[in-house]
């Protein structure tokens, strides 16, 4: 049975894109050598949520409309990912490697070896390596179902115990740079791009509310105040930390942020809370219309701003730079407003294109024609329908 679209998924991912593009353009205020410390908080410690939640929205959908007790076609499974999500990460990862290497006049991405390497870790383009986590979230889809199965609230609450302390371990205790060989030292170094343990707690999180979505909707009626003052006091949480790690330890903001971030105890606890905030809150049915209509367009637009957002953010930063500008605080916002515009409007313009010729839409966002519709009227896109459709 078909069960009814939840406009929560689709609010909270366009509520985290917005939040992923505020990370990336706080990055680029960082290069103000004296910012403003509240708005690099804003930025870069309020938003830590948005790359996590996304986890959590993908592990909810899958498993909302996953029967448990009906057989699990893995190949199937693995061939409707690969439509969603693969080929969108490979035409992405194309686009990014040819981007930077005519922008840079630099021809050493375009080499075979160099390309698969950035293939692997998802570093054609810095918000890409959460497609390669994702990636192989869906490759041990058997693994989650079967645990899920068994899960219980107990073991849930061991899991968020063992990945606060994962999490530590890696983020604040291994150090990999001296293991050999090279091949070892290099998969270590750079294990936040694949390692699907720093997010398997709120993937399953995910997955496991979902399964028990009628429970978990009675809990939101009854402890919605309970959770939103659990948002906050978390938030309060990383944002003690960030400032504590600025006054008393004479951390300079780029170093705070990169230790007040997602995976540290206070950051796990934010993203949990955030995720159980966000959907008690936009599944509320009292929901302003005005503003749910604006939700349901960042989301159905989130997957594009996600993937295409870097090109903004580089070419207004050039621009930038021509004109001498100086990264100041309210230049900060406007460029944040300009990105998000800049690709929401280039989103909205692929999608129409798409509508005409459904190869833009499926190359660049996984997103097909329905049942019965031409993908497009050449050979070659007719053999990529079949070829995915598996017929």
């Given at each position: 049975?078909?069960?009814?679209?939840?406009?929560?998924?689709?609010?909270?991912?366009?509520?985290?894109?917005?939040?992923?593009?505020?990370?990336?353009?706080?990055?680029?205020?960082?290069?103000?050598?004296?910012?403003?410390?509240?708005?690099?908080?804003?930025?870069?410690?309020?938003?830590?949520?948005?790359?996590?939640?996304?986890?959590?929205?993908?592990?909810?959908?899958?498993?909302?409309?996953?029967?448990?007790?009906?057989?699990?076609?893995?190949?199937?499974?693995?061939?409707?990912?690969?439509?969603?999500?693969?080929?969108?990460?490979?035409?992405?990862?194309?686009?990014?490697?040819?981007?930077?290497?005519?922008?840079?006049?630099?021809?050493?991405?375009?080499?075979?070896?160099?390309?698969?390497?950035?293939?692997?870790?998802?570093?054609?383009?810095?918000?890409?390596?959460?497609?390669?986590?994702?990636?192989?979230?869906?490759?041990?889809?058997?693994?989650?179902?079967?645990?899920?199965?068994?899960?219980?609230?107990?073991?849930?609450?061991?899991?968020?115990?063992?990945?606060?302390?994962?999490?530590?371990?890696?983020?604040?205790?291994?150090?990999?740079?001296?293991?050999?060989?090279?091949?070892?030292?290099?998969?270590?170094?750079?294990?936040?791009?694949?390692?699907?343990?720093?997010?398997?707690?709120?993937?399953?999180?995910?997955?496991?509310?979902?399964?028990?979505?009628?429970?978990?909707?009675?809990?939101?009626?009854?402890?919605?105040?309970?959770?939103?003052?659990?948002?906050?006091?978390?938030l309060l949480a990383?944002?003690?930390?960030?400032?504590?790690?600025?006054?008393?330890?004479?951390?300079?903001?780029?170093?705070?942020?990169?230790?007040?971030?997602?995976?540290?105890?206070?950051?796990?606890?934010?993203?949990?809370?955030?995720?159980?905030?966000?959907?008690?809150?936009?599944?509320?049915?009292?929901?302003?219309?005005?503003?749910?209509?604006?939700?349901?367009?960042?989301?159905?637009?989130?997957?594009?701003?996600?993937?295409?957002?870097?090109?903004?953010?580089?070419?207004?930063?050039?621009?930038?730079?021509?004109?001498?500008?100086?990264?100041?605080g309210a230049r900060?916002?406007?460029?944040?407003?300009?990105?998000?515009a800049l690709t929401?409007?280039?989103?909205?313009?692929?999608?129409?294109?798409?509508?005409?010729?459904?190869?833009?839409?499926?190359?660049?966002?996984?997103?097909?024609?329905?049942?019965?519709?031409?993908?497009?009227?050449?050979?070659?896109?007719?053999?990529?329908?079949?070829?995915?459709?598996?017929?």
């Amino acid at each position: 049975m078909t069960k009814p679209r939840l406009p929560a998924i689709e609010y909270i991912r366009g509520v985290s894109m917005l939040g992923v593009v505020g990370i990336h353009v706080g990055s680029q205020y960082l290069a103000n050598p004296t910012p403003n410390v509240h708005l690099v908080a804003l930025f870069e410690i309020a938003t830590r949520f948005a790359v996590p939640i996304f986890f959590f929205i993908s592990a909810f959908g899958l498993f909302y409309h996953l029967d448990l007790n009906a057989p699990f076609s893995y190949r199937d499974f693995l061939r409707r990912r690969a439509r969603t999500v693969l080929v969108p990460y490979l035409v992405w990862s194309v686009f990014y490697v040819l981007h930077y290497t005519v922008l840079y006049r630099d021809t050493m991405l375009l080499r075979p070896m160099r390309f698969l390497y950035y293939l692997f870790f998802g570093f054609a383009s810095y918000q890409l390596y959460f497609m390669v986590i994702l990636l192989w979230f869906y490759l041990l889809m058997p693994l989650w179902i079967r645990i899920l199965r068994r899960m219980t609230p107990p073991a849930m609450a061991g899991l968020l115990v063992f990945q606060i302390a994962f999490d530590y371990w890696s983020s604040y205790l291994f150090n990999p740079y001296g293991l050999e060989p090279k091949l070892l030292r290099l998969l270590m170094v750079n294990r936040l791009n694949y390692w699907v343990l720093h997010y398997v707690f709120i993937f399953l999180l995910g997955g496991w509310l979902a399964i028990h979505y009628p429970k978990f909707c009675r809990f939101m009626e009854q402890r919605r105040r309970e959770t939103a003052v659990f948002f906050a006091g978390t938030l309060l949480a990383l944002l003690a930390q960030y400032y504590w790690l600025l006054a008393v330890r004479g951390y300079t903001p780029v170093e705070a942020i990169n230790t007040a971030h997602q995976l540290s105890p206070a950051g796990i606890l934010y993203t949990m809370a955030a995720s159980l905030f966000f959907f008690a809150l936009f599944t509320d049915d009292r929901f302003p219309a005005p503003l749910a209509a604006v939700l349901s367009f960042l989301g159905r637009h989130s997957y594009f701003a996600y993937l295409a957002h870097p090109v903004a953010i580089t070419w207004l930063g050039f621009g930038m730079e021509r004109r001498n500008l100086v990264m100041t605080g309210a230049r900060a916002l406007a460029f944040y407003l300009a990105v998000v515009a800049l690709t929401l409007l280039a989103a909205v313009l692929l999608r129409r294109l798409g509508e005409r010729w459904p190869l833009i839409n499926a190359l660049t966002i996984g997103v097909y024609p329905q049942e019965g519709l031409r993908l497009e009227s050449s050979p070659w896109a007719r053999r990529f329908k079949r070829f995915w459709e598996g017929t």
